[in-house]
C-alpha cells in the first residue's frame, strides 16, 4: 500500500466512485493523500477538495488530458491545477463537444449492427458530463447485447472494432501547455502503454520533456516491478518527477484499488515542492 495515490478516476468521468465516495475510500485504505485524475475534465474536484479537508486528507487537484500522437494514445496528467482556469475550462468545453459528436457517430454505427442505445441512456449510465466508451460498453452489457465489456470493445468499441470512430483528441504538447498555464505539473501517465517499442517510448519521452514535460508515472499500480525501475531511472536520468498512481476506476477495472499504486512521502513533497 503506497502514502500517495495521485491516479485516480470518479463518476466525473468513467469512475463509479462519486468525489465523496471516493475520498473516504482513500481515508479507509489508509492513504495520506489522494488524486482525482478524471478524464479531461474537473468536475469532481471541488467535491473532492471540500471533502478531503473534512476527512484530514492531502488533496491534489488533477486531470487527465486523451491525447494523441500518430497513431498513439498519449495521457497527460497534470497535478496541482487551479480548476477554475478560464482557459482550461474554455478547452475541457470543447473537448466535452468533440467527445459528445463521436458518440453520437458510435451510436449511429451500433444501429447498423442491430444494437440500439439512446443518448438518455448513456447521460443516466455516466452520471457526469463526461461519457467515454466505457459507459457505452456498460449499456451494451446491461441490455444483453454482449456479455462483457470486453467483448463490447473487442468486437465493437475498440481500434479494430466495428464501430469505433476516433476521437478528434490534441496532441500531448498542447495537454503540457494547459496543465502549465493552470499552475499545474505535467507528467506522462503510464509509459509503457504507450508502445511495446521501448526505444520509442524513450524517444517520445524526451520530446515530450524539449515540450515542458517534468515527470514520469513510473510507479504505475500495474507496471511490474522491473519497468517501475526502468523508469524511475529513466525520470532521474531526464530530471523528471517520479509520480504514481493506481488508476482506480471503481467498478469499471475491477481488480484495482486506491492505493495499489503511488508514490511515498518523500516523492509527493518533492513533487508538491517542486524540487526535483
Known sequence: MKEYDLHSHTTASDGTFTPKELIERAKKNGLKGIAITDHDTVDGLKEGEKISKELNIEFI?????????GDRDVH?????????????LEELKKLEENRNERNKEILNKLRNYKIRISEEELKEEAKGKIISKAHIANVMVKKGYVYTRGAAFKEYLGNKGVAYIKRKNFPPEKGIDLVKKAGGIPVLA?????????????????????????????????????????????SKELNLF???GSDFHGLNREGVDLGDG???????????????
Open 262 to 276: 503511488g508514490i511515498d512521502e518523500d516523492k509527493f513533497f518533492k513533487l508538491k515542492n517542486r524540487k526535483k
Open 242 to 244: 517520479i509520480t504514481g
Open 190 to 234: 503510464h509509459p509503457k502503454l504507450i508502445s511495446t517499442n521501448e526505444n520509442e517510448i524513450k524517444a517520445l519521452i524526451e520530446k515530450l520533456v524539449s515540450l515542458g514535460l517534468e515527470g514520469i508515472e513510473a510507479e504505475y499500480g500495474s507496471f511490474q516491478k522491473e519497468d517501475m525501475i526502468k523508469y524511475s531511472e529513466l
Open 61 to 69: 487537484p488533477g486531470i487527465e488530458f486523451s491525447c494523441t500522437l
Open 76 to 88: 497527460i496528467l497534470g497535478y496541482f491545477i487551479d480548476y477554475n482556469s478560464k482557459e482550461l
